[in-house]
């Protein structure tokens, strides 16, 4: 979503985005990972530690206390603000999008996901490398199976009560569990039992509950293909079962990355060129493969029903949620171009303000 802010920013104002993922969640370089599509909407550069020199000698920065120490800031989450702000200063490291400033740098550095982020993929490709890995991890599990997300590291979900509710949705079918938790993982393994097949094409370690972005235990090439695995398989899933976030310090309601599914399973168009750059075999085996179905003739027709039945019941049980999910698709099928608002919004810091605990 913070890529899609300033994308936008730099089209409307005729500016050139210098992009740095290394101090995101991602932790790598963009070109490692996407290319930008024709169209993009401004002119992109990557960001390397060569320029870091250029950029500290800028004379006309916003924000200002971040003139001459542009490579050398570092930027912790203030609570009560809800944003990152420079750890020297408590200055925000934000700007107010709408305005168009006379400084030459602009330096923008928050945090946030949802249902915007589509706006950034629709823009994006998945670099060849990437690409590949992805789809040689999805090829094998095919179509036509249901998944299931679940946020429990920083953020924390009710996942044995989601779960045992759900049980009887997945009879008889294939369930892609998706979830940066290991213990999640596990649970799903004795709560589904032996009626339904579970999958998975990612493979996260146990960060003993440390959220994947901060973690030193997994290397950031293999935590990105893992994510974005997660994120395309999810996206392709004939069911997809989210539920609310428990109550937390950043009142976070849902899962930025259960949203961004969820909007991403209605664009196919999408999910498919964000694979422009794959080998053109793999490309073909990815989207042109069969679905696996489970039983035969009427049998299958039962289990079906059986299956539409109680997801029928979400709507008892998972309200919040499944309303969610219908507000995202009523909101893309009438204005598709553009989902809405881009949060956070520019706040000016408070005098004093020095909570600096780290998300």
Known sequence: MQLEKSRRYAARFQRVLILDLTRSGMRMGFDALFTAKHGFGCDLITWTPAMDPALDQCPSVFPAPLTGRVSAYTANWHTAGKQYC?????????????????????????????????????????????????????IPIGSGYDAVHVRHTDYETDYEMLFKKSAAMFHRRRLLVCSDSKKVKDYAQTCFGPTT????????????????????????????VDLLSDLIAMARSDVFLFAALQSNRYAVKYSGF????????????????????????????????????NG???????WELRS????????????????????????????????????????????????TTTP
């Open 258 to 293: 259960s949203i961004l599914a969820e909007v991403l399973r209605q664009e196919p168009a999408t999910i498919r060129s964000l694979f422009a750059n794959a080998d053109p075999q793999l490309l073909k085996d990815m989207f042109e493969t069969r679905p696996v179905q």
């Open 86 to 138: 420079d750890t020297e200063t408590a200055h925000p490291v934000n700007f107010d999008h709408h305005i168009d400033y006379s400084e030459q740098l602009l330096i923008y550095e928050q945090a946030g996901g949802g249902s915007v982020s589509l706006c950034a993929l629709r823009h994006l490709c998945f670099s060849r490398d990437v690409a590949n890995q992805i789809a040689r991890r999805l």
């Open 308 to 355: 539409w039945f109680f997801r029928v019941g979400q709507w008892r049980w998972n309200y919040k949620a499944r309303h969610t999910s219908w507000r995202l698709k009523r909101k893309l099928r009438r204005n598709p171009g553009m989902l809405g608002e881009i949060s956070p919004l520019y706040r000016e810091q408070l005098a004093g303000f020095a909570s």
């Open 296 to 302: 035969i003739g009427l049998q299958r027709q039962a």
């Open 197 to 224: 097949e579970l999958i998975s094409v990612s493979n996260f370690p146990d960060l003993n509950g440390e959220p994947l972005f901060m973690s030193d235990k997994i290397a950031p090439h293999d935590a990105a």
